[in-house]
């Protein structure tokens, strides 16, 4: 299998998913902008999103795609299909008793998430009533995890990367052609939402079956719960629940304080973190996705020079590209904010607040992207317990350093306490996988960070004279001039960094690579 191809598929889907995803932000900014109702929805939002990551792609995919690796590359495709049905069974009846208690707690789970919306009974009770249409989408959501874990075994990157892209065309038209028909228009996204997560898991039903994985959920429950495969998973789903509990606790304490913020702290935010989990996904999530299948099967193999090599890809690609995707959002994040958000509603003081989040989220984002490289050369050898003892010690670091920043900084101090301890896990994994041997650096990394540096610190000039020699707010009276002066700013950013490398030695075709 191609690395670099593979990695180019499930970037390229990802760029469609992050450009509609963009697209639904810019159309929910133009009509919402930064108001108590978008704040109801943008924390109604995050709550199934937030068990999304623990049960579905985080922890799950954590503990079962190695394992399910491990069944197809040693026992065959029978076993792993009986697998897939016992795992998909268990998950089923869970998550319809965890969606219907969802529901019926909503009030009980937004008085712990948004202490802030008690003292405002509009907002608190709109965010009640979108919280009890999204919750069944982590249900639905979670299906489609296992689906994905099934199908990137099978080295099918495209369904899974294409996925995405269904949410935000649900909630683009949601805004278009429902919202203006409803009472309360923001009520439209909700409902796009729960629709989204059907069309997601719909879209996996073909692909599965063209290679014979389509799950059969039974309704012997025991007889799934009691299968070795399955207990297996739980056991490894335990530290990883924990691990990514620890975040998803930390993102609760954050969404609480911003709460108790200026009105439109959790948008500003929200809008912050959208345009950092573009490079996130683009990079870290992709890269990853790509390395667990690959590393699960190098250690099942006992390759250890096949897996220090896969990481060291890994690590070299996140460098190349997230250093100049982190310059630009600390340089160019009012640019970048004005062209995608400042219409309508969104005014020159929300592109301000944004900004200071976006600049935040900047600092952090190599870490960020980083630990999502680092954490599978954990999982692959069904070692989870090291990244939550670092996810643990984390989440008291994230803390601390809010005590420091928010005071100082507001609402960017949120943002800039979770790139602290981004930076602070991507080390402390490094030095983990360093010490148990499973990486050793490949010669040349000195020379190549000498060729970064050279590269990003033009960029770095480059980016910010734009930024400072035009008035970005002002330039709204023409957008079509301002969507124009951002994009020929970045592609003179891409020839000046891409082509410093070039001049320095650099040569992109090293970074081509095959896995077994």
């Known amino acids: ?33 930064a108001s108590d109702m978008t704040d109801a929805f943008n924390v109604a939002f995050r709550i199934p999103n937030m068990l999304r990551r623990i049960f579905g792609e985080g922890a799950f995919q954590q503990a079962f795609v190695p394992i399910l690796g491990e069944y197809h590359g040693k026992r065959g495709d029978e076993p792993t299909r009986l697998l897939v049905d016992a795992v998909a069974t268990v998950m089923a009846w869970a998550l319809a008793a965890v969606s219907l208690v969802g529901v019926l707690a909503a009030p009980v789970i937004m008085t712990i998430v948004a202490t802030g919306f008690r003292g405002d009974n509009q907002t608190y009770d709109a965010a ?16 489609v995890a296992l689906a994905s874990g099934v199908l990137n075994t099978w080295r099918n990157f495209a369904v899974p990367a294409f996925t995405p892209v269904l949410l935000n065309l649900s909630l683009i038209g949601a805004a278009l052609f429902v919202a203006p028909h409803l009472q309360q228009p923001i009520y439209a996204q909700a409902w796009g939402v729960l629709v989204g997560g059907l069309l997601q898991l719909a879209i996996q039903v073909p692909a599965l079956k ?11 429950l025991r007889a799934a719960w009691r299968d070795p495969g399955v207990r297996r998973i739980l056991r490894q789903m335990g530290p990883a629940l924990l691990g990514v509990s620890v975040a998803q606790i930390s993102l609760i304490i954050n969404t609480n304080i911003a709460s108790r913020l200026a009105t439109g702290s959790v948008s500003f935010l929200t809008y912050a973190d959208r345009l950092m989990e573009f490079p996130t996904a683009l990079l870290g999530v992709a890269i990853g996705t790509i390395l667990l299948p690959s590393l699960s099967k190098a250690s099942a193999r006992e390759d250890s020079v096949e897996y220090s090599a896969l990481l060291d890809w890994g690590l070299r690609l996140t460098f190349l590209l997230a250093i100049p995707s982190a310059i630009g959002l600390y340089v160019f994040g009012r640019p970048l904010t004005a062209v995608l958000f400042h219409y309508g509603k969104f005014d020159a003081h929300a592109v301000e607040m944004t900004r200071l989040a976006v600049m935040a989220y900047g600092v952090g984002l190599v870490g960020q992207i980083l630990v999502k490289i680092l954490a599978p050369g954990f999982y692959a050898r069904q070692d989870i317990r090291t990244p939550v003892k670092i996810a643990i010690a984390m989440l008291v670091m994230t803390q601390l350093a809010n005590l420091a920043f928010v005071p100082w900084l507001g609402h960017a101090g949120l943002a800039l306490s979770i790139s602290v301890s981004a930076t602070l896990n991507a080390v402390l994994l490094f030095i983990g996988l360093r010490r148990v041997g499973v990486y050793r650096p490949a010669p040349g990394w000195w020379l190549f960070l000498a060729q970064l540096s050279a590269a990003a610190t033009l960029l770095a000039g480059v980016l910010l004279w734009f930024a400072r020699t035009f008035d970005w707010v002002a330039l709204g009276t023409t957008p079509l001039l301002r969507i124009a002066l951002m994009a020929s700013c970045l592609v003179l950013a891409a020839v000046v960094y891409f082509g410093t490398l070039w001049l320095t030695g650099l040569r992109y075709a090293a970074f081509k690579r095959k896995a077994a």
Do not use: D
């Not at 063209?210 to 012997?220: A, F, S, W």
């Open 210 to 220: 063209r290679i014979g994985m389509l799950p059969r959920i039974g309704v012997n």
């Open 1 to 33: 299998m191609n690395l670099l191809k593979s990695l180019a598929t499930i970037s390229g889907l990802t760029m469609l998913s992050r450009i509609t995803g963009l697209i639904r932000e810019i159309l929910i900014a133009r009509a919402f902008g």
């Open 128 to 143: 009640v009533f979108m919280t009890r249409v999204m919750f069944p989408y982590i249900g639905l959501i979670s299906m």
